[in-house]
């Protein structure tokens, strides 16, 4: 049972529109984080987010992501204007000593 | 730049025998080191965790620290061929929570 959920598994984009990546803990976690793999890569971070507040982002996190926690318990990643470079998996998860990884969506923008 | 490094194999062990990956790490701060094994396809699995220099063994894994060397590795014994996976390794310094992973040892274990 994975520690958290995320939807949509696959998500195709047109360059230049904005996508909203959804992670649901299993139970109540106060410090998140969004992973993002770029096929054949490394396992990049871009954020964690500890307490409804943004607590550290990656260089690749800039102005065109977002992350916020709408209701208390989803835990979102907003891309505003994806481009083709943005195609990768997304991955969040839960911090528990070490990071426990949701099943990912694969963003696939064309 | 923090770097993790790792060689990228693939590391062909037939079943049986004992796989060691091994993984570099540049930054000194460095204080917590974690093993994940991926699956095509899949999300990153913890596998261990390990915070001190020596062994810390958890049935048929044993992961080994040197924070002098700057090394970190994982030994698998009696490999499976369900062991067969990319296998990555992550550090996390004191400072943040932030993981930085290597860009991962692809294994294969031969029947």
């Known amino acids: 049972e994975p520690e958290v959920t995320q939807t949509p598994s696959h998500q195709v984009t047109q360059m230049g529109q904005e996508v909203i990546l959804r992670c649901v803990p299993i139970?109540?976690?106060?410090?998140f984080y969004w992973y993002r793999q770029i096929l054949g890569q490394k396992v990049e971070f871009l954020v964690s987010?500890?307490?409804?507040?943004?607590?550290?982002k990656s260089e690749i996190f800039d102005d065109q992501f977002s992350v916020e926690r709408p209701d208390g318990s989803n835990f979102t990643l907003k891309i505003r204007s994806t481009k083709l470079e943005d195609s990768a998996m997304y991955f969040c998860?839960?911090?528990?000593?070490?990071?426990?990884f949701g099943q990912g969506t694969r963003l696939t923008v064309v | 730049q923090k770097e993790v490094e790792q060689n990228s194999g693939p590391l062909s062990v037939p079943e049986g025998a004992i796989a060691s990956l091994n993984c570099t790490y540049s930054?000194?701060?460095?204080?917590?080191f974690f093993w994940y094994r991926q699956y095509s396809g899949k999300s990153p699995e913890l596998i261990m965790f390990?915070?001190?220099?020596g062994d810390k063994e958890d049935g048929r894994f044993t992961a080994q620290l040197n924070k002098a060397s700057q090394y970190v590795s994982l030994l698998i014994r009696d490999s499976q061929p369900s062991d067969s996976a990319t296998y990555l390794c992550?550090?996390?310094?004191?400072?943040?929570?932030?993981?930085?992973f290597g860009g991962g040892t692809r294994l294969m274990v031969k029947p």
């Open positions: 930054d000194r701060g460095s204080q917590s």
């Open positions: 998860a839960i911090s528990r000593g070490g990071a426990f």
């Open positions: 390990i915070y001190s220099n």
């Open positions: 987010f500890y307490n409804n507040e943004i607590s550290e």
């Open positions: 139970s109540n976690h106060l410090y």
């Open positions: 992550a550090v996390r310094d004191n400072a943040g929570n932030m993981l930085t």
